[in-house]
Structure formats: structure tokens, C-alpha cells
């Protein structure tokens, strides 16, 4: 379990970063919380409510490949949380780690947007993930990776990713 390197995926709000922790500290690995290494035009971007595309996210997966490799390299575990909505995201970030796996926690719009208009301090305002649900392109079946239901306990999604 310690040399896996996971990316804990899905929309803004759906939990990436609680479980990405609890999954690290249970692995015994590093954390790397992936809205940490958007430049600061992305989080400029939005905060004032407009969506990132594809240009916008390129560096940022860029920087997070570059974690993700260097871990691989060292023979380290790894949890990164990212959003990775794409495909062509994830196949950008398994560049880093052929290996690499991905845990999409997933659930209802409505719970999400309830989640996210009850933190404080983040600059993803809940007008923005209408966007993301629209461009979710889910885990395809050739992809090494887990999906996983947001109304369980983390604790247990947790457990399901471990197991």
C-alpha cells in the first residue's frame, strides 16, 4: 500500500480533500492537495465565477504530474486530490505513473452544492459546479481506479479504497 500513488478525484465539493488525507495518513504517505498548485490567475479566474477550460488546467496537471513522477521515481506512495473531470486529464497525469489510481467519489448534484455552500474560505463558489458536472467524464472501465459513493462515511470510503 505505501509505494501506490492514488489521485482521490471528482467535482468541487465532493470531498477530495477529507478523503485524501484520511487516505494518506492510513497509507502512511504524503498528501498533496492539487488546488494548492493552481496559478494564481485559475483561482482569480474562479473566484470571479468563470469555469477554467482546458488551456487554464494544462500547467496545473502539469505540476501535479510532475508529483506524481517524482514520487514514482522514488518508489514512494502518494495522494494527491485533484479533480481530474477529464480523460484526457488522467491520461495526462498516468503520464507521471503508468500505475497511478484514481478513487472518484461521487454523488448527487444537490448534496454537493448543499457541501459547498457550507464551507468557509474557499474561493470554488457553488455557481461553478453546474460546469464541472457537465464536463465529469466518470472513470472508463480500462481505467485502474474505484468509484465511490460520497453519502458513505469517509472513514469507510477509506476503507473501500484501501481494500
Known amino acids: 500500500m505505501q509505494s501506490i500513488r492514488w489521485v482521490v478525484m471528482g467535482v468541487s465539493g465532493c470531498g477530495k480533500s477529507t478523503v485524501g488525507q484520511a487516505l494518506a495518513a492510513a497509507n502512511g ?52 486530490s485533484c479533480s481530474s473531470l477529464k480523460r484526457r486529464y488522467r491520461d495526462l497525469l498516468r503520464q507521471g505513473d503508468p500505475a497511478l489510481r484514481f478513487a ?15 464551507r468557509v474560505g474557499h474561493y470554488m463558489p457553488p455557481s461553478l459546479l453546474e460546469s464541472q ?3 465529469l467524464e466518470p472513470l472508463q472501465d480500462d481505467e485502474a481506479g474505484i468509484t465511490l459513493d460520497i453519502e458513505t462515511p469517509p ?3 477509506v476503507t473501500q479504497i484501501r481494500a
Open 133 to 135: 458536472f457537465r464536463d
Open 104 to 118: 472518484h467519489l461521487d454523488g448527487p448534484q444537490e448534496l454537493i452544492s448543499a457541501r459547498m455552500q457550507a
Open 29 to 80: 504517505v504524503p498528501f498533496v492537495e492539487g488546488d494548492q498548485y493552481h496559478p494564481p490567475a485559475n483561482v482569480a479566474k474562479m473566484s470571479a465565477g468563470l469555469p477554467l477550460d482546458d488551456n487554464d488546467r494544462a500547467d496545473w496537471l502539469l505540476a501535479l504530474q510532475a508529483q506524481i513522477k517524482a514520487a514514482r521515481l522514488r518508489g514512494e506512495g502518494l495522494v494527491i
Open 155 to 157: 472513514e469507510d470510503l
